[in-house]
């Protein structure tokens, strides 16, 4: 009987501790399963061989300027990024077929400020304007912000408002992608296929005000502007959105004032320094680096330079979460960048993408107080779970926080395993459809 009491007590301990394990040991499960499937490759960046006091400078240099062709990795990425990756701007060799294509990216976003700040909270407003009037709202934040940056680049790409049906092809297209990119749910290209033809169908018909210079196809014209503006742009200030506002729901005692610019800056630049966007950037070297008297990397070399392990290195090397560092801190001597290196195609959004972040949370802040219980990760695969309740309302109080939580941390469980086995069928998909490797041994770049 005795036994049967501590077999029961230990299989109740263990049943109740699976959150606290499995989702990260299925995280080392899938690494290993990966490495299995392409191998060994790439060096990484900072590590053993490039320190962190050379990672800007390695990031920097001219020879680190491959961008797919010769890694393996690039398939996988591709495979995640279609239709049309090879007309992707940050898959894009160099060369003149880069500079034609950033130099349309650049124009597109070369908007000012204020209108910048006018498009975000436009957006943003009509977004909550949809939320239940008067009550707390449980949302998804990334779901909540998906149509907000789906109508901001579709006006700074056609020039007018989002109808209801573009928005909606936009927001399932940019979904299908984030989802696919974290694991959570396989590719469904019918989906993506359905915003290539609308773009295609505009450019044709001469109403899409962006195009690519006349050596560029429409095809090609539509497959740029989907990756550049309808995956990237939609999916990364959706992703951004949701880690300042799950950021601030869950240390509402930091909440900045939503009337105080610098505040609200504080916080965002706190969030992408915490959270940042970019995992691992791969760039293959063109020329042989020298990083010091002993370290030399040859051409042909894959470098992950890898985010969030440098911006855990410098002055602001904690985990954190304290906007007012920024009191403090030098951004520049922080081993911080949210945008990339400037020298080595940094994003293009750097200029608009603060001022939008600013206004969006300023609106949101303005009418609500967030409250989250929910687990943080820089990845994100839950959408980012909070409650948002009108401000000068009751919010929810620490009983149902608490539920909250453990609903999280239960739902992290399934949300592993369903990584687990859609992250394992696209890599071994990708490995088998291998198209960025065809795509260079059969068309010449």
Known sequence: MIWFVVLLAAGAVAVWTVPGWLPAAVV???????????GVEGIPVPGPLVG???????????AADGRSRGAGLSDLFWYWLAPG????????????????????????????????DELATAATRRRLDALPPGRTA?????????????????????GEPCPAAARELI????????SALKGTSLRHLDRRDRLTRYLLGRIEDGTCPVVLPAEFTAQETAWYLQGAFFNTAVVQ????????????????????????DAALDRAIDETLRVHPLFGIAHRITSAPIVVDERVTLP????????????????????????????????????????????ANRACPARGVAPVMLRAATREVLRRYTL???????????????????????????????VGHGLRDRWAGVGRSLAQLAFGTWMVLDARRQRLCTTYFEEVRP
């Open 28 to 38: 080392r499960l899938r690494e290993w399963i990966f490495a299995r499937v392409n």
């Open 52 to 62: 962190a006091e050379h990672f800007e400078r390695v990031y920097a240099d001219p």
């Open 85 to 116: 990756p090879q007309m992707h701007q940050e898959h894009l060799e160099p060369g003149e077929r880069y500079r034609l294509v950033a130099r349309t990216t650049r124009q597109v976003l070369a908007v000012p400020h204020a209108r910048s």
């Open 138 to 158: 449980h949302v998804r934040l990334r779901d909540l912000m998906l149509p907000v940056w789906a109508e901001v680049y579709y006006e700074l790409v056609f």
């Open 171 to 178: 927001v399932a297209n940019a979904n299908d992608v984030v």
């Open 237 to 260: 200030m959706s992703e951004a959105m949701a880690h300042v506002l799950l950021g601030i729901a869950g240390h509402p005692d930091r909440a900045p004032d939503p009337d105080d």
């Open 299 to 342: 051409a042909g070399s894959v470098l992950l330079f890898n985010y969030l392990a440098y911006q855990r290195t410098g002055p602001a090397a904690d985990d954190a979460f304290d906007p007012d560092r920024w009191l403090t801190v030098k951004r520049r001597e922080a081993h911080y960048i949210p945008y990339g290196v400037v």
């Open 371 to 401: 409250a989250s219980a929910a687990a943080h990760t820089r990845s994100l695969p839950s959408r980012g779970p909070a409650y948002l309740t009108p401000v000068g309302a009751r919010a929810p109080g620490r009983v149902r926080l």
